[in-house]
């Protein structure tokens, strides 16, 4: 009983802050209304704010790290739950840990001092050289900072967090399924491809936890994500994130109306799609464990 | 004993050890122990606000607090963020590149205390590799615009070509990369301000702030940093690069620096001499209790032959009234150590107010009461 008043503050925290920064967000959502949503100019000094860039960056940048965390963190779980046996496998799985645990900061300094080049020089030069009629290739990489370069950076932070999602739905299917697959003939490959789709619906939450968490994503996003007001196909054109507009506005966001409300908005938002991220994620793993095991 | 511990045991090990010999040797480089500060009554001045004056504040504070045992904490949160939490009284100083506006200041009207203390110099920094170390570029404020607007592109533009007829057959025909300050700051309202004022009407008043939307974005072409540091390190790292840093970001990180027309027509290097020249025309308010908003105009692209025309002070803000007597006496002795003695130890970068804003600093100290 002496615990319930410490288990339930943490939800109180929660509701209290949902609470406060949807008051604190319906001043800008009565003055702009819908055109926060629909303009990507953002200019306190006179009063015109837009949400529209930041927003669909921190989408296509979310879905981009996510598509750069499963092409590595599935081979990397196929990896480590099928191939690497005794010291290997301690090795790499406390590896992979460690990476969970490296604070982002690290990432992002990293990120913006030699990922961006790197990728500037040997992925988005070339790529724009090649196919630049497919819109999504079609600017001239300017800096490297870019859409691209922040759901790269992202894409390898959230990588442990996804593999580590993705070994533990892989190790829950039950052992019979794998030993009849054996029992029947099946090779190795096919072992894998047939375990593989049992788990799919555990990968796609995997999946969707990363999206969530990539979309709040601040460290690596501002210092990646190159900070335009810019909204392009392109996805070598810097552009902006929430989280990235947020750290960087909110300190003299205090000295012009509404800008404060406007900031809050944008948080509200955010919010709001990973909290339905998480919560749609959830869903599916809760029915494919009752599925999957006998 | 795990293998995951032994990773990482060996790699805390392998860290710890690396940092205990910087240590170590820093230590030693710095002469081994140095004596103990005399200690004083132990009261602690809480102070926040822009990030500008933080390196200033440092040394200033260390200073002091040997000098007096007095300590002195300064959080670098941002000018908006030192308003408000000054205002909050979470704090018992705040520091704005801004002076309170118009607004504020007749709400609070006698009851807080400002000192335009500290001033620096925004300066235009490049990256061209074709052009030689011992060379300088020379832009004015139409150039600057057309650039920060979109309208020039490349660097062997026409226009920047007749500014520097001894650079034209070295400028590339590259595109410029236009780098910005993406958080609020007070560095932007300095620029854009000069952009206004000088360009003749090629850069328009509504986007002079701290925060603005650069058209420059639409092309492409623009690059947000946060803070000085983002900025300066983008300009490094991206040839054919323009942005726009405080004065001592550029020094320490030996960036190149252009020339700047002034309102004479001559084009100025950033130096002491040259800033000091600028605030010559400075209208300083005559009692820390007046409002100072229009103090900027009076600097930027102020008239005067040698004047450096991209410079702005910063504020110190203060109750005039403070509940701990302690406290109230121990910003009277900082304010009248800084009239004094502080302006000695002004780091490169910055540099010290005219006469008048050291009496500014005495009043204020005789004004603070408890």
Not at chain 1, 13 to 29: G, H, K, N, P, T
Not at chain 2, 151 to 169: C, F, G, H, R, T
Request: hydrophobic share 50%; net charge neutral; with cysteine.
């Amino acid at each position: 009983m002496s615990l319930l008043p410490f288990s339930l503050s943490l939800l109180a925290i929660l509701i209290i802050s949902i609470i406060v920064i949807m008051q604190r967000s319906l001043e800008a959502l009565q003055v702009f209304g819908y055109r926060l949503f629909i303009s990507s100019t953002w200019n306190p000094e006179i009063g015109v704010y837009g949400l529209l860039a930041p927003l669909v960056g921190s989408i296509v940048t979310s879905l981009l790290a996510v598509f750069f965390a499963l092409v590595f963190s599935l081979p990397l779980t196929i990896t480590i739950t099928e191939h690497l046996r005794g010291i290997s496998k301690k090795i790499v799985t406390s590896i992979v840990e460690l990476m969970g645990g490296i604070p982002t900061i690290v990432y992002a300094v990293w990120a913006s001092q030699y990922l961006v080049p790197f990728l500037k020089t040997f992925i988005m030069e070339p790529l724009h050289r090649m196919f630049s009629f497919i819109p999504l290739f079609s600017c001239r990489p300017a800096t490297g900072f870019s859409v691209l370069s922040a759901g790269f950076a992202i894409g390898i932070s959230i990588i442990p967090y996804v593999t580590a999602l993705m070994i533990e739905a892989y190790h829950s299917i039950p052992i019979a399924y794998k030993e009849a697959c054996y029992g029947i003939g099946a090779t190795r490959y096919e072992t894998i491809r047939i375990m593989l789709s049992l788990s799919r619906p555990a990968i796609l939450a995997a999946l969707i936890l990363g999206l969530a968490r990539s979309l709040g994503e601040t460290t690596i996003a501002v210092a990646t994500v190159g900070n335009s007001m810019y909204l392009s196909a392109c996805l070598f054109a810097p552009s902006y994130t929430v989280p990235a507009l947020i750290a960087s506005q909110f300190a003299n966001a205090h000295l012009y109306a509404h800008a404060e409300s406007v900031l809050y908005t944008s948080i509200l938002v955010v919010m709001l799609i990973s909290v339905m991220l998480s919560f749609y994620a959830s869903t599916i793993l809760i029915r494919w464990r009752s599925r999957i095991v006998v | 004993m795990k293998i995951s511990t032994v990773v990482v045991i060996v790699i805390v090990a392998v860290i710890a050890f690396a940092l205990a010999y910087y240590a170590y040797a820093y230590y030693m480089r710095q002469g081994g122990a140095s004596e103990l500060p005399a200690s004083n009554k132990g009261v602690i001045l809480q102070g926040a606000g822009a990030s500008f004056v933080y390196p200033q504040i440092v040394e200033w504070a260390s200073r002091f607090q040997n000098r007096y045992g007095i300590q002195i904490n300064y959080q670098s949160v941002g000018s908006g963020a030192g308003q408000s939490m000054f205002f909050q009284k979470v704090v018992d100083f705040a520091c704005s590149d801004p002076p309170l506006s118009k607004e504020t200041w007749s709400k609070y009207n006698g009851s807080v205390l400002q000192i335009p203390w500290l001033f620096g110099a925004v300066v235009i920094v490049y990256n061209i590799p074709e052009l030689p170390n011992n060379t300088v570029l020379k832009l004015d404020a139409v150039a600057i615009a057309r650039i920060y607007r979109g309208d020039i592109v490349y660097w062997d533009d026409e226009y920047i070509k007749n500014l520097n007829p001894d650079l034209a057959s070295m400028l590339p025909h590259k595109e410029i990369i236009v780098v910005y300050r993406s958080d609020s700051s007070g560095t932007t309202q300095l620029f854009t301000t000069f952009l206004y004022k000088a360009s003749g009407g090629v850069w328009p008043r509504e986007l002079v702030g701290k925060s603005i939307s650069w058209p420059v974005e639409a092309s492409g072409r623009g690059v947000g940093g946060k803070g000085n540091e983002g900025v300066t390190q983008i300009v490094i790292q991206t040839p054919y690069s323009i942005g726009y840093v405080e004065w001592s970001y550029a020094i320490k990180n030996n960036l190149s620096i252009a020339a700047i027309k002034n309102a004479a027509d001559n084009f100025i290097l950033p130096s002491k001499e040259s800033l000091q020249a600028a605030l010559e025309n400075a209208e300083i308010p005559a009692s820390p209790l007046d409002d100072f908003s229009g103090i900027l105009d009076s600097i930027i692209y102020a008239p005067g032959k040698d004047g450096y025309p991209i410079a702005g002070p910063t504020h110190i803000i203060l109750w005039r009234e403070y509940e701990d007597p302690n406290k109230a006496e121990a910003i009277k002795l900082f304010l009248r150590w800084i009239a004094e003695e502080g302006y000695d130890y002004v780091l490169e970068g910055y540099v010290a107010p005219p006469e008048s804003v050291r009496e500014l600093l005495i009043e204020a100290a005789d004004l603070v009461v408890s």
